[in-house]
């Protein structure tokens, strides 16, 4: 559930040509209910993110929002994270959705996302990151083995879901883990 996406629209704000530019002025922090209908115009916009409803969006910016993140570009919120610390497992975040708007692709925004959340998680002992990934999404595959490598650790992937295990067409979901998967429980 956790393709890298890019919106196909124009970008509301035109950000500077210059790369390092860019770069500079992105800034991550926790989302607020307001956030939700960015978020949820990001995720509808993607075209590759299950749409979930826009109700949803504003339980993952309310309930949720000390394991989710966003990132902003000239004060535009132009990607985001969802995810939360799996009840069974409390040092394991699960990554939900990853989303990053075209004004911001191809400046390590979702990557930025990714790691000032593993980060500000560290003190709670979150450890160990887990997300699901369709076989066919090269971009969130190369995404979540980069964070791997940047942090020293490991990255394992194995069966979760298959297509009979969904009601619809829906494409199988790999779990990938990031960290050491030695202490996890048994509970999958």
């Not at 409390?90 to 990554?95: G, K």
Request: net charge negative.
């Amino acid at each position: 559930m956790s393709p890298v996406t890019e919106r196909n629209t124009p970008p509301r704000t035109a950000p500077p040509s210059d790369a390092s530019a860019r770069k500079a002025v992105i800034s991550c922090r926790r989302p607020t209910i307001d956030d939700a209908i960015r978020i949820w115009e990001i995720a509808r916009d993607s075209r590759v993110l299950d749409l979930n409803s826009s109700y949803a969006y504003l339980l993952w910016c309310r309930d949720f929002h000390d394991t989710c993140v966003v990132a902003e570009l000239y004060g535009q919120v132009v990607g985001f994270v969802t995810g939360f610390v799996r009840p069974t497992e409390p040092d394991t975040l699960f990554v939900w959705q990853v989303a990053v708007d075209e004004s911001a692709r191809g400046h390590g925004v979702a990557a930025s996302m990714l790691g000032n959340l593993m980060d500000h998680l560290a003190h709670q002992g979150i450890s160990r990151l887990e997300t699901t990934i369709s076989p066919d999404n090269a971009a969130s595959i190369a995404l979540f083995t980069a964070l791997a490598r940047n942090r020293y650790t490991t990255i394992t992937k194995r069966e979760l879901f298959t297509p009979s295990h969904f009601p619809d067409s829906h494409e199988a979901e790999e779990l990938y883990v990031i960290g050491d998967e030695s202490t996890q429980g048994a509970q999958r």
